[in-house]
């Protein structure tokens, strides 16, 4: 499939047209912004590390009968997936409180929850992404009922076989945002991407950070901490 123009420039990816309308490239970028854009940096390597996770993540996903929106790997940062009008909602899974729960809630970080945290965001950067429940969505008719049920249905069959799968790179995964969308067949699948941007993964016997919090908080080691879990994705 060709590539052709430019569709659209987001904070960490690029999207392309191809040359079937049901089909776009996405190009990872070293980019990075936390707290609503208002931080800017860039992290080498991070685009190709979010490019590799994201696609193996997605596969191990699908062979769960999970869809995604993930067709081929391209190249290093460059991956084919099936074009989506994506459902402007952030779906975010805790299972650890941190970061913003951890602050409304007034409780400190690192205390698992007794059950998983189902949270949904409504997707707009002028607004900073505010928390929404079930019955905004419908009324403002973000998305369907139905279609509403799958994505909590999926989102927590996502985080047992993500939880399940970290565990064993000795990681623990704390929270996470997903994103979904709809095919132009009308196929609810999992876009967006799956990495250390989008997760908090605490090693778990150092209870270490291995994730964007590095850069959002200036802890340092930043492109280290990629790497780390690329290696230990990779078995390495
Ligand atoms: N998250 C994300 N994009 C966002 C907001 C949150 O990928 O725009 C992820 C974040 O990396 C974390 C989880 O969602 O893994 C929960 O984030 P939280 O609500 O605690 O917000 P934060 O503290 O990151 O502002």
Known sequence: ?????QLYEGKAKKVFATSD????????????????GLK???IAGKGEVNNRMSNMLMTMLEKQGIPTHFVKELSSRETL???VSIVPLEVIVRN????????????????????????????????????????????MGWTSEETLRKIAEYALRINDILKAYFKGLNIDLIDFKLEFGITSDGQLVLADEISPDTCRFWDSSTHEKLDKDRFR????????AYREMMRRIEGK
Do not use: Q, W
Request: net charge negative; charged share 30%.
């Open 1 to 5: 499939m060709e590539k052709l123009n």
């Open 21 to 36: 309308p049901n089909y776009v490239i996405v190009s990872y970028k070293d980019d990075a912004t936390a707290f609503n």
């Open 40 to 42: 800017k940096g860039t």
């Open 81 to 83: 997936v099936r074009k």
């Open 96 to 139: 650890v409180t941190a970061g913003s729960l951890a602050k409304r809630l007034g409780v400190e970080e690192g205390i698992t929850l007794k059950r998983t945290v189902l949270e949904y965001c409504y997707k707009d950067d002028a607004l900073g992404d505010p928390m929404v429940n079930e019955y905004h969505i419908l009324a």
């Open 217 to 224: 908080r200036d802890l340092g080691g930043v492109e280290d």
